[in-house]
Every structure is written in C-alpha cells, then in structure tokens.
C-alpha cells in the first residue's frame, strides 16, 4: 500500500494530511494527524488511517497503569471497521426530512471487529468503571462520593475528580462511571458546533450501537411546514404504530406533518407491562421494592466503596433506571436529528419517560443559536420539576412555549419516579414546573386524566384545554 497523506483520521474523524513520524520495520509506520496531532496508522484493511498510541501530553495526564496501556497500545482497524462509526462521510451529513436520520448508520464498510475486540472503544470501556448505568437523585450523589475516593480519574481535563466539590463533583462522578452515555452527553452539550456535525455524528452512531430501536418514522405524507414529533414513555406493544396520537392530532389539525420516535423499546414494554395494572400489582411492588435499594445522599454517605459499587450495579439491572438512561440517550440522538434538518422546526409531544427525552433533546438544542423547536407539549413527564437550571436551558431551545400537563392522579407516576430518586425529585407530571417563565406554562389536567395510562386517551380534550386557557380559543 503506497504511503497515506490525505486520508480519514479515526481520532478527529475528519480527511486530514498525515506526517510520517516513524517507519516501522516489523510494524505499520506511525504518522501523526496535521488536524488533531494524534498518532495514527494505516488500517489493516483499507487506507483510512487508525488510531495510534496516545501523544505524551495526553499521557501525562493518566495514571501510571492506564499510562503503561495507551504509551504503547494501537487499533488495528480504521473507526469504519472496528464498528465504531458506519461511515465517515455521513457524520457530516444534512437532511431533507427528519424522517432520513437513520442515512447516517447506513454501512459502507464491514464491521470487521463486530465485538469491538479491536476498538479503541472497547479498549476504552475495559479501562474505565464500565457503561453503568447512573441517574439522578439516588445515585447521582453515589458517584459523586466515588468521585471523592480518587477511583474514578480526572474529570476530563487532567482534573482530578477527588478535587472537585458540588455540582462539579457529580456531573464529573457522572460522567466517568457513566461511561459513553454521560461522556457523549456532554461532547454534544459542550458546543453547539457538535450538534450536526461530525463529532454529533460520532456520538450518535455510539448510542445507535447500543440501542438499534431508535428510529423516527413519518406518520403523515402531507407536505406542510407544520410538523410534530410524538414519542412515547411506557408502552405495552413492541412494535408503536403511534396511532393513539395520530388519529387525534389529524382529527383536529389535518393539516400537518407528524412523526413518531421509538426508543429502547424492549425495556419500555417491560416497564408498560410490569405498571400496566397500577402500583398495587405484585410486579409493580416488586420493581419498586428494587428501585428503593438505591438509596439517597444519606445512602451514599453511609456506603464503603464495594458496597456503593455494588448497589449501582443493582441499578443498572433495573429497567426503570436503564430507560432513564436510555432517555438521555434518545433526547441526544434527537437533538442531533432535529439539528441536521434544515430549515424546519418542530413541535415536540412526550408522553412519560418520553417527556424526558425531549428535556434532554432541549439541553442540548439549547447549546445551539438556531432554534429547531417551536412550541412543546408535556404529559404526565417523568422529570424533576424543580430543576430551574435546567429548565431555563429548556426554554432558550424553543421559540414558543413549554406546555406541562400534569395530573395528581397520576399515582403511578408519583410513586415510580419519587422513589427511583430517593424522594429527592418531584415529577412534572404531578405537579407544576417550579420555574417561573412567560415560556412555561404549567396546565392541571386532574379532573380529566385519572391514571398514568389516561394521558394520551384524553390527547384531544387536553389539546383543547392548552387552547382554551393559553390560546384564547
């Protein structure tokens, strides 16, 4: 193969110049990324280029053990075919519709490391805590006390976690025991620039990697500059056709555009069906019997390191827990969708966990100067209320309004997210958001949604609520 210069780096992901800094006699020659100024190698299959040993200003920042792996360690396969991206030209891709996001996961070439037994990725997740799953309340201040034992490295920039204090702490904690979901949530959060573009595009086919469910799908065919995207919490069917929302929309709107978003839908089904017949049943008990073991800041204050790594593993086998995870995940991918579509915007609807992808899909959009979002309608959301932080992000990623239908008759809702976060959070969906904005406005829907299973049957008569009290119609 002749010498490489102009080729794709699996470090930057872009098609950069690459300086030969050393022949190898027994081994490929190692170049060093114009872009980036990472080492690289040629691919075992192709000409793109492979990741090389970290370059020593990156290895100073390690510790000693991780310091011996990297100093020497080199992929053997470009980011193409180790699996960690399924093309280097779609990262940067933009779309024509919403509904072509899944052109960026279309495979030019062969994922030769299916396991990822030669990815930098795996490599990477061998090294770290591992993909535990994490989430607010109960274990976040979990991985903020880790995050003070020293165990869980820098924060990112050299930092030592063990340094940090308050909310530093935490989102650091979080974001190294939560392995690719935390760190891709802040790639993507920290600049708006990632968000349709290449490193959004990576990020993306890292989550699509792990949850192959997601997909938005077109309900309508109508050509029309007025859109909405549908996405669902709980669910007691595989396979959403989203005809519950659609009928109703087109029944008072016909004129629009609708699109329905599916996620992690094996464990959504498994929570639909575990809730389905209420809090009272023997499989809802049970689940927020586990749930509970997760414990609180107290918890956390109380645990010895095994003891706390063993509880966050009880987490990670739990669905509920996995789905809110799985949230974050979705409401990146998105973001990442609705930032690729030019020249449109939306209007978002949630149902449930639903809700909570499209509050992560807004902290994200919120990084960006353009807004893609127009108005958002929120049922029965499973996400904190008191989180003003957040939600002022929330608001600054939409043009319109934010609609919070809640319902204190929503007992499953109530008793699942206040204890999976120790009583540490309340749910929109039970109470008003706490943040007082002219963008939020918070709509009591209890004399008319009696269970969490109500919301979208009562779609329409709640659509003509937020009509009648905001629109003046």
């Not at 052109?103 to 795996?122: H, L, M, P, Q």
């Not at 007691?236 to 056709?241: A, D, F, H, R």
């Not at 995940?329 to 639903?354: C, D, M, P, W, Y």
Request: proline content about 2%.
């Amino acid at each position: 193969m002749t010498e490489p210069h102009h080729q794709y780096c699996s470090w930057c992901f872009k098609k950069t110049n690459h300086v030969l800094k050393e022949r190898g006699v027994v081994s490929r020659h190692t170049y060093i990324c114009e872009e980036c100024e990472n080492h690289t190698i040629p691919c075992r299959i192709c000409d793109h280029m492979a990741r090389g040993a970290l370059r020593e200003s990156q290895l100073k920042e390690l510790d000693s053990k991780t310091k011996r792996l990297f100093g020497s360690w080199s992929d053997h396969l470009c980011a193409e075919h180790n699996g960690a991206i399924a093309s280097f030209e779609s990262l940067s891709i933009k779309l024509d519709d919403i509904d072509r996001y899944a052109d960026i996961f279309i495979r030019k070439s062969v994922n030769v490391s299916r396991a990822a037994k030669y990815s930098a990725y795996g490599v990477v997740g061998a090294v770290a805590v591992g993909a535990i799953v994490v989430t607010s309340g109960g274990a976040a201040p979990m991985a903020a006390a880790l995050g003070t034992t020293g165990a869980l490295g820098a924060a990112g920039t050299g930092t030592a976690i063990s340094t940090l204090s308050g909310a530093a702490l935490t989102s650091a904690s979080l974001a190294a025991i939560g392995g690719s979901m935390a760190a891709g949530t802040a790639i993507i959060s920290a600049t708006g620039a990632a968000l349709g573009g290449i490193y959004g595009g990576v990020v993306a086919n890292r989550y699509h990697s792990e949850d192959s469910s997601f997909k938005i799908s077109a309900l309508s065919e109508i050509d029309t500059d007025r859109r909405t995207i549908f996405i669902n919490g709980f669910t007691e069917q595989l396979n959403e056709t989203f005809e519950e929302w659609s009928v109703q929309q087109l029944s008072m709107d016909p004129v629009q555009k609708l699109y329905g978003v599916n996620w992690s839908s094996k464990t959504r089904l498994e929570l639909g069906k575990t809730f389905a017949a209420g809090v009272g049943s023997k499989g809802a008990l049970a689940m927020l019997k586990t749930i509970a073991k997760s414990g609180g800041k107290a918890a956390a204050k109380n645990l010895n390191l095994l003891m706390m790594l063993d509880t966050i593993a009880d987490i990670a086998g739990n669905p509920w827990h996995t789905s809110m995870v799985r949230a974050s995940q979705a409401g990146i991918q998105l973001a990442e969708a609705l930032s690729r579509t030019n020249g449109k915007t939306f209007t978002l609807v949630g149902h449930s966990l639903g809700c909570r992808v499209i509050y992560y899909a807004l902290e994200a959009l919120a990084t960006k100067n353009e807004n893609f979002v127009a108005n958002v309608i929120l049922l029965g959301g499973a996400v904190g209320r008191d989180d003003n932080y957040g939600w002022r992000k929330a608001c600054s990623a939409v043009s319109g309004t934010i609609f919070n239908c809640y319902s204190a008759k929503d007992t499953v809702l109530e008793h699942l997210y206040r204890t999976a976060n120790a009583r540490l959070s309340d749910p929109i969906g039970a109470r008003p958001i706490s943040l007082e904005d002219n963008q939020i406005v918070n709509i009591d829907c209890s004399d008319i949604v009696d269970s969490h299973f109500s919301w979208k049957p009562r779609y329409t008569d709640i659509i003509n609520r937020i009509r009648n009290i905001h629109m003046g119609s």
